[in-house]
T-cell receptor, first 114, second 113 residues
């Protein structure tokens, strides 16, 4: 799986948009970009994923650059409950025998302040 | 909605003892994953099962073993416990046909004294 690079920490004011960048310059054509987050000591939580098109769901938006070498997770109106570590994971679809595991690298610790 | 259930939530053991962690996946989910998260570290994949067969193996020590039973629940067995095994152990489940989303349980916090 391709390596990802994220800033170690970011701050965001409550109510503002939080934009979390991720670099994945070695991504392959069949690899997806996934975002998970982990609120302190809780189990990680799936947020969103995409291949090449921008994606949006009730939690966030995912913007992937045209060359797919980087992406940005956008939390449109951050709340205090969004304070968490955010992980950008690049992964191929996988097979039954391997490849469905998540490789959590060093994520971004997002602090949302009042 | 039903979530992944893990038991026990907390466990304290002595060095060289054994421990068994249990995971009950979301109903109808066919794949179970185990992850270990040491203090201040990121989750690390240990092992996974699809339809009761081991499907992938990560950095699981030889002292650990796991299996998935006919009712799809899974158990992680840990022997000869070491201080370094103190960690949060997460179980996740997914529906393989869905593939992309893993649902995580609340974790078991294991402390080895």
């Amino acid at each position: 799986d391709a390596k990802t690079t994220q800033p170690p920490s970011m701050d965001c004011a409550e109510g503002r948009a939080a934009n979390l960048p991720c670099n994945h310059s070695t991504i392959s054509g069949n690899e997806y970009v996934y975002w998970y987050r982990q609120i302190h000591s809780q189990g990680p939580q799936y947020i969103i994923h995409g291949l090449k098109n921008n994606e949006t769901n009730e939690m966030a938006s995912l913007i992937i650059t045209e060359d797919r070498k980087s992406s940005t997770l956008i939390l449109p109106h951050a709340t205090l409950r969004d304070t968490a570590v955010y992980y950008c994971i690049v992964r191929a679809p996988g097979t039954l025998n391997s490849g469905y595991a998540l490789n959590f690298g060093k994520g971004t610790s997002l602090l949302v302040t009042p | 909605a039903a979530g992944v259930i893990q038991s026990p939530r907390h466990l304290i053991k002595e060095k060289r003892e054994t421990a068994t962690l249990k995971c009950y996946p979301i109903p109808r989910h066919d794949t179970v994953y185990w992850y270990q998260q040491g203090p201040g570290q990121d989750p690390q994949f240990l092992i996974s099962f699809y339809e009761k067969m081991q499907s992938d193996k990560g950095s699981i020590p030889d002292r650990f073993s796991a299996q998935q039973f006919s009712d799809y629940h899974s158990e992680l067995n840990m022997s000869s416990l070491e201080l370094g095994d103190s960690a949060l152990y997460f179980c996740a489940s997914s529906l393989l046909a869905g593939g992309y989303e893993q649902f995580f349980g609340p974790g078991t916090r294991l402390t080895v004294l």
